[in-house]
């Protein structure tokens, strides 16, 4: 998807404030109707369609893009909410250039596939613009109460889907709004104009839905307590602890995590006053990184290199956000390891010793060499926070769950970022937490009628 073209800072200068309230504008600007379906009359409409197999929600790709191109924007956003809840996000946030886009059958045959984000995004932003009733409705009361840890994707997808079941939900929320990484780990230039929240109170539009924001687990919130007083307890708290870099130095200021430096990112109404070196490293080799990195140089950082212990290759960002981060001045420097920040105090650069394959392992070698840098950004991967979860099963950091998405512990169900479902994304966690209330509503229907 082409992005507009933006404001980099050089020659000592910083950006005025207009100018970095340009650069964090909508990444994608949307489709005009014209444009929509222009777009849309190019979908072949494949039979067994590879974009379907290729979204982790199994949204009908081709149903909704030809609802689209025939008028029907009620009926195409409802055929997406119907699969993914969080249609919305996703059409802004997914990485669709490898999943529904980079299966796109047209990419063989006109070079470049169909607009499957933009034109999803398209269809759900006109029906939550136009307002009025939910679109879906919820079943007859069930008079069953189901516990919900976290307010990301996962957790508000499995509330949404219980209570389209009947079920009532409270969503516990550590953080004072709900979204998760929508709402505060994704870079502001993909969540405009407040997107989370207005999705989020589309989405409990359906009723039945109650969020207590303050809520943490291992806090003010027991998980035994949950499972005596609630008749199922879902658990979709994602990774919330960043990995610790062990180097020297890492304490110094200036040195932060980057999802930190993201979350005031979005959090500020006025963007020119985050504060931003004019040297900036940022550590790491995914999606993260990228937002960190792209933010940096956009906020007005001169100097902005993302550094990876690994080849260009292996990193988890996408060709296209590595692609993003070149065209906004993000100088790369792959295969080197972080091994000591220096400075006095504060930090005034980072050491880093070259590293290479041998055998299939990674090896540091003694060559080494520094970057200065007053800012540097650690984005090496976020953990599960295990404090809080005494009595389930955890392998490899993540919480074991069995294929109806339940813990170790009966009537404990997981979902998200928490568990090895599949890629960490927003459109993966949608999923698990839909398929786990759909689990729970069938075992408590067993309940019920005394079978199990």
């Not at 009926?75 to 529904?100: D, H, K, Q, Y």
């Not at 993000?330 to 000591?340: E, G, T, Y």
Request: glycine letters at 12%; hydrophobic letters at 45%.
């Amino acid at each position: 998807m082409a992005t507009k073209r933006i404001n980099i800072s050089g020659g000592g200068d910083r950006l005025s404030a207009a100018a970095i309230a340009e650069n964090f504008g909508d990444l994608h600007p949307p489709l005009s109707v014209a444009q929509a379906v222009v777009d849309a009359a190019r979908c072949i409409y494949c039979y067994d369609a590879p974009c379907v197999a290729a979204c982790p929600t199994g949204i009908n790709i081709p149903t909704f893009i030809h609802q689209i191109r025939s008028g029907n924007l009620d009926g195409s956003a409802r055929t997406i909410l119907s699969a993914n809840i969080m249609g919305g996000t996703c059409a802004r946030a997914c990485p669709t250039e490898v999943l529904c886009e980079g299966a796109c059958v047209v990419n063989h045959t006109e070079g470049a596939p169909v607009k499957i984000g933009l034109l999803q995004r398209h269809a759900v932003d006109h029906l939550m613009a136009k307002g009025g009733e939910h679109p879906f409705k919820r079943a007859q009361e069930s008079g069953l109460r189901l516990a919900v840890i976290g307010a990301g994707p996962a957790g508000l997808s499995f509330a949404h889907r219980a209570s389209m079941l009947g079920h009532k939900a409270t969503v516990f929320e550590r953080d004072e709004k709900p979204g998760g990484l929508n709402e505060y780990g994704l870079a502001a230039y993909k969540m405009v104009d407040d997107f989370a929240q207005r999705e989020v109170a589309f989405l409990l539009g359906i009723g039945g839905i109650d969020i207590k924001t303050g809520k943490a687990l291992g806090e003010n919130l027991a998980l035994d307590d949950l499972r005596k007083e609630y008749d199922a307890v879902f658990i979709g708290a994602g990774l919330t602890r960043p990995a610790r870099l062990y180097a020297p130095g890492v304490k110094f200021k200036g040195v932060r995590d980057a999802l930190d430096f993201i979350n005031e990112i979005r959090r500020a109404r006025d963007k020119s006053k985050v504060a931003v070196g004019r040297d900036v490293v940022v550590i790491g080799g995914g999606n993260t990184a990228i937002d960190a990195a792209v933010q940096a140089k956009r906020l007005g950082a001169e100097n902005v290199a993302l550094v990876y212990r690994r080849g260009q290759e292996q990193m988890s960002a996408t060709a296209w956000e590595q692609g993003l981060a070149s065209s906004n001045g993000v100088v790369f420097r792959h295969w080197s390891a972080p091994i000591a920040f220096t400075g006095e105090g504060a930090v005034a650069s980072v050491e880093f010793a070259r590293t290479r394959l041998a055998g299939g392992k990674l090896v540091v070698t003694d060559e080494t060499y520094a970057l200065p840098c007053d800012m540097a950004l650690i984005a090496i991967g976020q953990e599960l926070d295990q404090r809080a979860l005494a009595g389930l099963a955890v392998e490899r950091g993540k919480v074991v769950v069995d294929a109806t998405y339940q813990t170790s512990l009966p009537g404990v169900y997981a979902g998200g970022d928490c568990i090895a479902s599949g890629e960490d994304l927003t459109v993966q966690a949608v999923e698990d937490g839909k398929r786990a209330a759909i689990a729970v509503d069938a075992a408590l229907a067993k309940r019920r009628k005394g079978i199990a």
